[in-house]
T-cell receptor
Framework: SQQGEEDPQALSIQEGENATMNCSYKTSINNLQWYRQNSGRGLVHLIL?????REKHSGRLRVTLDTSKKSSSLLITASRAADTASYFC???????????FGTGTRLKVLA | DAGVIQSPRHEVTEMGQEVTLRCKPISGHNSLFWYRQTMMRGLELLIYFNNNVPIDDSGMPEDRFSAKMPNASFSTLKIQPSEPRDSAVYFC???????????FGSGTQLSVL
């Protein structure tokens, strides 16, 4: 079964608004990653946060991690139409390099 | 670097036929992963290799599926015999140990009729 579950499953916002996606997982982890997938393409790595970190920024991306709740959130600020894609969290069971992906959030940014 | 290269990009076959999917990881990467993506099940990890050795194949659905990595620059995923429920997009990804960042290929869209 999958390690991570994202919510919402789908999100539609206007260009310029912020988009927040959440990920919950089940077991202890070494790190959590977020990936983006454009329609018909492979996944692209966005950002990685380690289990001893609480927040990380990269450009318009902000990721938080709460290991006590086994959850993470991805915030995309000032969204653009080009941000339209599916977003997945991926976790590795601690002690392994086995990366399990969540169910994904489909984000649609309307121009 | 050309990135992770998968072939073929699309494969249409009939039930019962053998299917072989191919992957060339990024040069220097020593971990390789095979994933399957469907609408119903999302992204499923099938198997991963470290230094050409299969580490975990618990995600391989059944004996009809097999994967090999004869050398650091090539891997195959074989389905024999194929069934309609195998229809999916199959992704290969590679990473450099210690970086944890996966690089994905463009995938193979498999349709089994």
């Amino acid at each position: 079964s999958q390690q991570g579950e994202e919510d919402p499953q789908a999100l539609s916002i206007q260009e310029g608004e912020n988009a927040t996606m959440n990920c919950s997982y089940k077991t202890s982890i070494n790190n959590l990653q977020w990936y983006r997938q454009n329609s018909g393409r492979g996944l692209v790595h966005l950002i990685l946060i380690r289990s001893n970190e609480r927040e990380k920024h990269s450009g318009r991306l902000r990721v938080t991690l709460d290991t006590s709740k086994k959850s993470s959130s991805l915030l995309i600020t000032a969204s653009r139409a080009a941000d339209t894609a599916s977003y997945f969290c991926a976790t590795d069971a601690a002690g392994t390099y086995k990366y399990i992906f969540g169910t994904g959030t489909r984000l649609k940014v309307l121009a | 670097d050309a990135g992770v290269i998968q072939s073929p990009r699309h494969e249409v076959t009939e039930m019962g036929q053998e299917v072989t999917l191919r992957c060339k990881p990024i040069s220097g990467h020593n971990s390789l992963f095979w994933y399957r993506q469907t609408m119903m099940r999302g992204l499923e990890l099938l198997i991963y290799f470290n230094n050409n050795v299969p580490i975990d194949d618990s995600g391989m659905p059944e004996d009809r599926f097999s994967a090999k990595m004869p050398n650091a620059s090539f891997s195959t995923l074989k389905i024999q015999p194929s069934e309609p429920r195998d229809s999916a997009v199959y992704f290969c990804a590679s990473s450099l140990a210690g970086t944890e960042k996966l690089f994905f290929g463009s995938g193979t869209q498999l349709s089994v009729l």
